[in-house]
């Protein structure tokens, strides 16, 4: 490994007698430690020392090393001290003379193994076309801005060489496919880059370059098929004469491929399909060219390729385009095309690398119909560049389907009037855009199912009283409802519970006197608070000392003026008795409690 040498100076301005040591993680390897020189380095004024460390491939990790150095003066009474740190990256080297060999569908890659025998093996990149990337002095692994992507893992430092093929699926004619290796560690610390290494496949079958819907006549739907002949065919192999086999699927799976013509030659390398029509299809279609010797058969295909299918997701004021070719080639950029209604000319209106593209700011109801170009190339020298294809012609018309937002509910009870106020927003402005009316609904009970109470058809209206009931528990939810019926979410549902009025309780005393005060037995709260907001009924029985009845009521107000019920005889001064079984209504169903006590009247 690399000797890593260079000095430390510590300065004390004091002119007092200095220390200079240092530790860390560099001094305390088992093979081959760090150190410094002169160890501890000691001088008035200013002294330096020299760190040194011979590293080697036992070093190497993903993580920095620290080596602290601390000076530190003799002066009285207090003796100053100051540290600094410095992080040493210890990297492995590349692997060295990449190479990279074409043979059949694939490329063979071979490499010296790495000089660092504690290395776990290697790791392959590739890319398309040669990156001009040059490794930074201390950049280590293949970093993703490179374009290349990491392709195969090898678990042993002694394979030095790997087939790449695609996995068995083949690689594509007419990329130049460029490779590194690195060699990684079993923490994960990956060596500076190999070499670049470039190969591509031997052109020695057809490779396709367009299925493009006719651009002279995009109306009609019929596809372009276009493709580069074989120019490094083994003629002594396989001798022709020769012919091309021009085969079509419906769809992508490649399934029940069709033959659509044989061409005789190779210089004929152009077809225009004519037996189908894109505009028409529910999806794209797929061709391949197959190259055949007329006296021995079969010799090899193109890469399969896809026609350009768009798909359209209409939307409110916007029609989302999306498409999403099968192509050997690599697609740039797309441009979109568009005409409106009542136009006869198709206009640009837009590029992007992506494959979809949103076309917004759009008159809900009207009819837009577009299709996309692409432009695209190999990364092969010698092959047709640009490569222009089109898709077929689509149409759709935006349509409002996206319901107003989640209203935001409040509900305010009002214990005494027995009435529960809704107060209702919509958390975005645009939400209000096209709201028409809201629906609201409640349930007595918590699990039960919301039934709509009512609906208010002026969208400017966001509040309601629910007044006239019998009680205030129950759940309310409220919906939005926009101009074309689209319906948001519920709001969450607010619930009242019985707690939320005050409970239900009796005093202990009257006076029945006629003076407009106190003239009445009710429950506390009375005069803020109804009864009848929480409770169904009561089952009460009031009783003089003797046990005698002297008034019953289901009425949870109760009301008793002090008379005796069976004769209407004001009851004498004095104590009485009341059993009081109390029905609360709640959320889960009703819900009893019993009260007993006494009450004292007094005239």
């Not at 530190?72 to 001290?81: A, K």
């Not at 950049?139 to 970093?143: A, L, M, N, Q, S």
């Not at 190969?199 to 052109?203: F, G, N, S």
């Not at 935001?408 to 009002?414: C, G, I, R, Y």
């Given at each position: 490994g690399?000797?890593?040498q260079f000095d430390i100076?510590?300065?004390?301005?004091d002119?007092?007698?200095?220390?200079?040591t240092?530790?860390?993680?560099p001094f305390?390897?088992t093979v081959?430690?760090?150190?410094?020189d002169?160890?501890p380095?000691?001088?008035?004024?200013?002294?330096?020392?020299t760190f040194?460390w011979?590293?080697?491939?036992a070093?190497v990790?993903?993580?920095?090393?620290?080596?602290?150095?601390?000076a530190?003066?003799?002066?009285?009474?207090?003796?100053?001290?100051n540290?600094?740190?410095v992080f040493?990256n210890?990297i492995a080297?590349?692997p060295?003379?990449l190479?990279?060999?074409?043979?059949g569908?694939?490329?063979?890659?071979k490499?010296?193994k790495?000089?660092?025998?504690?290395?776990?093996g290697?790791?392959?990149y590739r890319r398309s076309?040669?990156s001009?990337?040059e490794?930074?002095y201390c950049?280590?692994?293949?970093?993703y801005?490179?374009?290349?992507?990491?392709i195969?893992?090898l678990?042993?430092?002694n394979?030095t060489a790997f087939?790449?093929?695609?996995?068995g699926?083949?690689l594509v004619h007419?990329v130049n496919?460029?490779y590194r290796v690195?060699?990684?560690?079993?923490?994960e610390a990956?060596?500076r880059?190999?070499?670049?290494?470039c190969?591509?496949?031997?052109?020695d079958?057809p490779?396709i370059?367009?299925?493009?819907n006719d651009?002279?006549?995009?109306?009609?739907?019929?596809?372009?098929?276009a493709?580069?002949?074989?120019?490094?065919?083994?003629?002594?192999?396989?001798?022709?004469p020769?012919?091309y086999v021009?085969?079509?699927?419906n769809?992508?799976q490649?399934?029940n491929?069709?033959?659509?013509i044989?061409l005789?030659?190779?210089?004929?390398t152009?077809?225009l399909d004519?037996?189908?029509?894109?505009?028409?299809?529910?999806?794209p279609?797929v061709y391949?060219?197959?190259?055949e010797?007329?006296t021995?058969?079969?010799?090899?295909?193109?890469q399969?390729a896809?026609?350009i299918f768009?798909q359209?997701a209409?939307?409110?004021?916007?029609?989302?385009l999306l498409?999403?070719?099968v192509v050997p080639w690599?697609?740039k950029?797309?441009?979109v095309y568009?005409k409106?209604?009542?136009?006869t000319v198709?206009?640009?209106?837009g590029?992007?690398?992506?494959?979809?593209y949103r076309d917004?700011?759009?008159?809900?109801d009207q009819k837009y119909?577009?299709?996309i170009?692409?432009?695209g190339h190999?990364?092969l020298?010698?092959?047709?560049?640009?490569?222009?294809?089109?898709?077929?012609?689509?149409?759709?018309k935006p349509?409002?389907?996206?319901?107003?937002?989640k209203p935001?509910?409040?509900?305010?009870?009002?214990c005494?009037?027995v009435?529960?106020?809704?107060?209702?927003?919509l958390?975005y402005d645009?939400c209000?855009q096209?709201?028409?009316r809201?629906k609201?609904?409640?349930?007595?009970?918590?699990?039960q199912?919301?039934?709509?109470i009512?609906?208010i058809?002026?969208?400017?209206d966001t509040?309601?009283v629910d007044s006239?009931?019998?009680?205030?528990?129950g759940?309310?939810?409220?919906?939005?409802?926009d101009?074309?019926?689209n319906?948001?979410?519920?709001?969450?549902?607010?619930c009242i519970?019985?707690?939320?009025c005050?409970?239900?309780?009796l005093?202990?005393?009257?006076?029945p006197n006629?003076d407009?005060?106190?003239?009445?037995?009710v429950?506390l709260n009375?005069n803020?608070?109804?009864?009848?907001?929480?409770?169904?009924?009561?089952?009460?029985?009031?009783?003089n000392?003797?046990?005698?009845?002297?008034y019953?009521t289901?009425?949870?107000q109760i009301?008793w003026?002090?008379k005796n019920?069976?004769?209407?005889?004001?009851?004498?001064?004095?104590?009485y008795?009341?059993?009081?079984q109390?029905?609360?209504?709640?959320?889960n169903?009703?819900?009893q409690?019993?009260?007993q006590g006494?009450i004292t009247?007094?005239?």
């Open positions: 690399d000797f890593l100076t510590a300065i004390d301005p002119k007092t007698n200095v220390e200079l240092a530790f860390g993680g305390e390897q081959n430690p760090a150190y410094i002169p160890d380095a000691t001088g008035n004024d200013t002294v330096t020392t040194n011979p590293t080697t491939c070093h990790r993903f993580e920095p090393y620290t080596a602290i150095f601390k530190r003066d003799s002066g009285f009474p207090v003796s100053l001290v540290f600094k740190t040493i210890v080297p590349a060295e003379n190479e990279a060999t074409a043979l569908n694939g490329i063979n890659l490499w010296e790495s000089s660092c025998q504690n290395a776990a290697y790791k392959v076309g040669q001009g990337w490794p930074g950049e280590t692994g293949v970093p801005y490179t374009g290349f992507r990491l195969k893992q678990d042993g430092i394979d087939r790449d093929d695609n996995e699926n083949g007419g496919y460029c690195t060699a990684y560690f079993n923490d990956e060596s880059a190999s070499n670049e290494a190969a591509y496949l031997k052109r079958v490779i370059t367009n299925v493009s651009s002279l006549n995009l109306q009609s739907g019929n596809v372009l098929v493709w580069s002949k074989p120019i490094e065919l083994d003629t002594v192999q396989y001798p022709g020769y012919k021009l085969k079509r699927n769809g992508l490649w399934d491929p069709q033959k659509v044989e005789p030659g190779l210089n004929d152009i077809y004519k037996s189908v029509n894109l505009n028409a299809n529910n999806g279609y391949q060219v197959d190259l010797s007329v021995i058969g079969y010799i090899g295909s193109s399969k896809s026609s768009v359209t209409p939307t409110d004021q916007e029609i989302k498409w999403a070719p690599e697609n950029f797309y441009v568009r409106d209604q009542g136009q198709y206009d640009s209106i590029f992007t690398p992506f494959v979809f917004q700011g759009l008159d809900n119909c577009y299709y170009k692409s432009v190999y990364s020298p010698g092959l047709a560049d640009p490569l222009i294809n089109f898709s077929q012609i689509t149409c759709a349509v409002d389907n996206i319901p107003p937002c935001v509910l409040t509900v305010e009870t009002d005494e009037e009435s529960n106020t809704l107060i209702w927003s958390p645009s209000n096209d709201v028409a809201y609201i609904y409640f349930t007595p009970e918590k699990g199912d919301m039934v709509l009512k609906t058809n002026n969208p400017f509040s309601w006239g009931i019998q009680n205030v528990v759940c309310y939810s409220v919906t939005a409802i101009s074309v019926g319906v948001s979410e519920m709001s969450d549902t607010v519970d019985y707690d939320t005050p409970p239900y309780e005093p202990n005393v009257f006076t006629g407009n005060f106190n003239d009445f037995f429950p009375n803020n608070s109804n009864a009848f907001a929480n409770v169904e009924r009561v089952d009460m029985t009031i009783y000392r003797w046990g005698k009845v002297m019953t289901h009425d949870p009301n003026d002090g019920q069976n004769n209407n005889e004001d009851c004498a001064d004095g104590v008795y009341y059993t009081c109390v029905y609360i209504i709640t959320l169903g009703l819900d409690m019993k009260l006494s009247l007094y005239r």
